[in-house]
């Protein structure tokens, strides 16, 4: 074989190769955007049934205001209105903007685009967690006046007393469960984009 055809078939080889590895990196790259979007996608449907059952209670709560006949209850009342209202968009919009990073980028700016997201997402969901335990001391009075007609700002009932640290107990351990949920969620995210650094 001459100088010339070795130079020609080596260089075929090395076009092959390259195409090859471009292949396997674009598959590489798919199965990897698979697999950290449908973490988030899991979120993401959660949240999502979240939404539809607190946007369901903000109308219940519209429709029913009327009932609340004093400006304490009412001041509840538009309060658990607005957290209902504005707490599942800012969960949904934190949920896109950390599912949606792209991968196209160098690695070291997906890093960093990745890196804004979780801040963002754990900064929100630290505001949702303690805005989430004032919505339910802000619920009691309201349901109670809309469900019984009862003014619990007047009338302190033992029951109520007795009820309440089994809904402390409860609320924390709901709070814990979906903190360890999301804390996984985040950890195999930061893995699975960790893979792709060989990448670049």
């Known amino acids: 074989m001459e100088l ?32 950290y979007t449908k973490q988030w996608n899991s979120i ?21 205001f009327y009932k609340l006949d004093t400006i304490l209850l009412q001041l509840c009342g538009f ?17 896109y903007e950390i599912r949606n990073v792209s991968m196209t980028v160098p690695y070291n700016q997906m890093m960093r685009n990745y890196a ?9 969901q630290k505001f949702n967690m303690i805005g989430s335990f004032f919505f339910m001391l802000l619920t009691i009075p309201v349901t109670g006046k809309i469900f019984n007609n ?29 903190s360890k949920s999301y804390k996984k969620v985040l950890r195999n995210s930061e893995a699975l984009l ?7």
């Open 4 to 35: 010339e055809e070795m130079q020609a078939a080596w260089k075929q080889m090395s076009a092959e190769l390259e195409t090859q590895k471009r292949l396997t990196d674009d598959i590489i790259m798919k199965m990897t955007k698979e697999r």
């Open 44 to 64: 993401g449907i959660a949240e999502s049934i979240g939404t539809i059952i607190s946007f369901s209670a903000a109308i219940a709560l519209v429709v029913y």
């Open 79 to 95: 309060l658990c209105l607005t957290m209902l209202v504005v707490a599942p968009i800012f969960s949904l919009k934190s949920i």
């Open 116 to 124: 804004k997201a979780k801040k963002q997402f754990i900064s929100f």
């Open 150 to 178: 009862e003014d619990l700002f007047e009338t302190l009932d033992l029951k109520l007393l007795i009820a309440l640290p089994f809904c402390f107990v409860f609320f924390y351990l709901l709070i814990r469960h979906v």
């Open 194 to 200: 960790q893979e792709l650094e060989d990448r670049d």
